[in-house]
């Protein structure tokens, strides 16, 4: 099986949602597609929704989508990420590896926190 993503445009943002299981690498290779698809839409604001993947997520894995979010900040994107409670990194590595690149993001284990939280 592998990873599959849904694009749906938002009243002043763009929600991605990634479906299935595979590696994470099949996530992160969607990052520039998917800043491309914002910048179609004239959105700057971005909820990705991974509640719906299985993907693990090992040290390295959570740094390269780290690494690779930073795709958002040459895009000028505020992104939330919306994880499963038993995926949520309470310490936020990958979020903090992608803050470091200039990314303006942070994780949430529900949908509604995200919104709120992209639409300040």
Known sequence: MSIRLQIEEMPGYLVVRFTGSGALEEVWRQFEMISERCKRANKNKLLIDFTGTYTGAPLADRYFLGER???FACYKLKVAG???PERFDPQGFG???????GVTVRAFTNVED???????
């Open 69 to 71: 979010a930073q795709i």
């Open 82 to 84: 919306v994880l499963g």
């Open 95 to 101: 979020e903090l590896v992608a803050q470091n690149r």
């Open 114 to 120: 995200a919104k709120k939280w992209l639409l300040e």
